[in-house]
């Protein structure tokens, strides 16, 4: 097999699993693992690989860039209505209490959902805590559930607050659920997102509530962006919709996270 051959199929596992494993290609084309070393280094030069120890990842699963809501919002449709779906199951008609949303698109989902949510009794009341605009809006609907918005600096791309004053406002609540988007789950990284200032709410979300719960759909599952907000032990549960690889499975279950395919 040509290197251009052996190059093109290790690009296309890259771009189905996240990763690849210097050993296994080896085994997989008989070449020796120098050869496949010398395809990896070519793969990231051309800017599709990322070289990591033992292997390399794919270059847009370990980067910075970021995609705005609106370009987000339609992918993976289904796999979120799905999470959504089960995140639900979480908040039934007798709960009483409060529960942040973290921002994000598959987390959105979970907020169109609570506008048809109703207490099992009059006197039922349920509290939504979110630094999202557009979160809090749709909620908003539902005249049974207290919109508690938490302020600070509007970034654009995400449509929530962030900085100083969120994290201020943050460190007084403690709801009972904090329900959590990622751009990256990964079993040595934990969950990571890109930019330094969600990062550092999304930590204050998940370490400020009495359970922590990550809606993230498979396409996050054994992936690493820029800065990490928590590790596997800080979140009690994560809802997907595809059981993650063998490494994130053991991770996972090491850290004593539950996993929910939804």
Do not use: C
Not at 150 to 166: D, K, M, N, Q, W
């Amino acid at each position: 097999m040509y290197a251009e051959e052996r190059q093109q199929q290790i690009e296309r596992q890259l771009a189905e699993a996240g990763r690849v494993a210097v050993i296994e290609l080896a085994r997989t084309f008989a070449v020796s693992s120098e050869t496949v070393r010398r395809d990896l280094d070519q793969l990231e030069a051309r800017g599709v690989a990322r070289r990591v120890h033992g292997g390399a990842v794919s270059a847009a699963r370990i980067s910075r860039s970021e995609e705005s809501v609106a370009q987000r919002t339609g992918r993976n449709s289904d796999a979120k209505e799905r999470i959504a779906r089960a995140a639900m199951a979480l908040i039934p008609s007798n709960f009483v209490g409060a529960i942040s949303i973290d921002s994000g698109t598959t987390t959105s989902r979970l907020a169109q959902h609570l506008v048809n949510w109703n207490p099992e009794k009059s006197t039922g009341s349920l509290t939504v805590i979110t630094h999202s605009i557009s979160i809090a809006s749709i909620v908003s609907e539902n005249p049974h559930i207290a919109v508690q918005i938490i302020g600070g600096r509007l970034r654009g791309l995400t449509g929530a607050a962030v900085g100083a004053t969120t994290l201020d406002q943050l460190s007084g609540i403690r709801p009972d659920i904090s329900f959590l988007g990622a751009n990256g789950v990964h079993a040595d990284f934990g969950f990571s997102t890109p930019d330094p200032d969600e990062a550092a709410v999304k930590s204050a979300l998940t370490r400020g509530s009495r359970r922590a719960i990550a809606l993230v759909d498979a396409s996050k599952l054994g992936t690493e962006t820029l800065m990490s907000f928590a590790s596997l032990t800080d979140v009690d549960t994560i809802i997907t919709d595809r059981s993650p690889d063998a490494e994130l499975t053991l991770a996972l279950e090491r850290a004593d996270v539950e996993t929910v395919i939804a």
